[in-house]
């Protein structure tokens, strides 16, 4: 009896032992992020693109400021006032035990400029904001009317990403000076009734602050602004799954802002402090 051969068919029909070889892998991570990276660096030009037609849809983006800005307005004070005190009660008592009390209001003020007050209000603004553009453009593509707009020759980008994007790029800035302002008061209340430091030691220090640790940090916002829109509308207008996609959606765009947020300030920050000193 003749021995059984070898099966070179994979246990496929027909005979074709590599069949399963003309499929595509599966997309592991690493695509996925490059996928990802590359659908959002296209966004940023179309939307770069769209900024120079006109004209801009006026009325949609005044309502898109209203909802970034002064909507956030509070909820990003309060968030601001309580950090500055958080960080006066640490800096005040720490420096009072070496007797550095003349140097509270600077750091502070430093602090808030640089990194507290940007930093935190786009985070404040990405799990409010951010989330709220994910969620509605999410809700747009899943109902069709995002195809709706494209079947009237409305073009979506125009109409729904332009309007966010500028409300973040303007709005960011006015919404980190009020919360500086806030951070250095609430900073100030804990240094003078809590610590026992004098009210004109404080501001004398805090005015000492260099007005480019001011600009600078408002040149960070306007990257914050974009990334916390741009995110946004991406991870919105990808919507797919219903009402399940939405909440996934906005979820990632809330994450994926945050993050980005984190590692853009370091980047942002060793380019334009690195060299500076604080005292």
Request: net charge positive; glycine share 10%.
């Given at each position: 009896?003749?021995?059984?051969?070898?099966?070179?068919?994979?246990?496929?029909?027909?005979?074709?032992?590599?069949?399963?070889?003309?499929?595509?892998?599966?997309?592991?991570?690493?695509?996925?992020?490059?996928?990802?990276?590359?659908?959002?660096?296209?966004?940023?030009?179309?939307?770069?693109?769209?900024?120079?037609?006109?004209?801009?849809?006026?009325?949609?983006?005044?309502?898109?400021?209203?909802?970034?800005?002064?909507?956030?307005?509070?909820?990003?004070?309060?968030?601001?006032?309580?950090?500055?005190?958080?960080?006066?009660?640490?800096?005040?008592?720490?420096?009072?035990?070496?007797?550095?009390?003349?140097?509270?209001?600077?750091?502070?003020?430093?602090?808030?400029?640089?990194?507290?007050?940007?930093?935190?209000?786009?985070?404040?603004?990405?799990?409010?904001v951010g989330s709220a553009i994910a969620a509605e453009l999410g809700t747009m593509v899943v109902t069709e009317q995002v195809d709706a707009l494209r079947a009237l020759g409305v073009n979506p980008i125009h109409q729904l990403v332009v309007p966010r994007v500028?409300?973040?790029?303007?709005?960011?800035?006015?919404?980190?000076?009020?919360?500086?302002?806030?951070?250095?008061?609430?900073?100030?209340?804990?240094?003078?009734?809590?610590?026992?430091?004098?009210?004109?030691?404080?501001?004398?220090?805090?005015?000492?602050?260099?007005?480019?640790?001011?600009?600078?940090?408002?040149?960070?916002?306007?990257?914050?602004?974009?990334?916390?829109?741009?995110?946004?509308?991406y991870h919105g207008l990808r919507t797919t799954g219903g009402a399940a996609g939405v909440g996934r959606a906005t979820t990632a765009a809330v994450v994926t802002a945050i993050v980005l947020i984190y590692i853009s300030d370091y980047f942002l920050a060793e380019?334009?402090?690195?060299?500076?000193?604080?005292?």
């Amino acid at each position: 009896m003749d021995a059984p051969q070898p099966d070179h068919t994979g246990g496929r029909p027909y005979g074709r032992p590599y069949e399963h070889m003309l499929a595509p892998p599966p997309a592991g991570p690493l695509l996925r992020g490059l996928e990802s990276l590359g659908e959002v660096a296209l966004l940023c030009f179309r939307t770069g693109r769209a900024l120079l037609t006109r004209p801009l849809p006026a009325a949609e983006t005044i309502r898109q400021m209203h909802n970034l800005g002064v909507a956030s307005l509070p909820l990003v004070l309060l968030t601001i006032l309580f950090s500055g005190m958080v960080l006066s009660l640490h800096t005040a008592g720490a420096f009072k035990d070496i007797g550095g009390q003349a140097f509270v209001g600077l750091m502070v003020a430093v602090s808030m400029a640089r990194e507290l007050a940007p930093v935190l209000t786009a985070v404040v603004v990405s799990a409010r904001v951010g989330s709220a553009i994910a969620a509605e453009l999410g809700t747009m593509v899943v109902t069709e009317q995002v195809d709706a707009l494209r079947a009237l020759g409305v073009n979506p980008i125009h109409q729904l990403v332009v309007p966010r994007v500028l409300a973040g790029l303007v709005m960011l800035p006015v919404l980190t000076v009020f919360a500086n302002l806030v951070g250095v008061l609430g900073a100030w209340a804990v240094a003078v009734f809590g610590a026992g430091i004098g009210s004109r030691m404080f501001w004398d220090a805090a005015q000492r602050l260099p007005f480019d640790d001011l600009l600078l940090g408002l040149v960070k916002t306007v990257v914050f602004g974009a990334i916390v829109t741009v995110i946004g509308c991406y991870h919105g207008l990808r919507t797919t799954g219903g009402a399940a996609g939405v909440g996934r959606a906005t979820t990632a765009a809330v994450v994926t802002a945050i993050v980005l947020i984190y590692i853009s300030d370091y980047f942002l920050a060793e380019l334009m402090f690195s060299h500076k000193r604080v005292f």
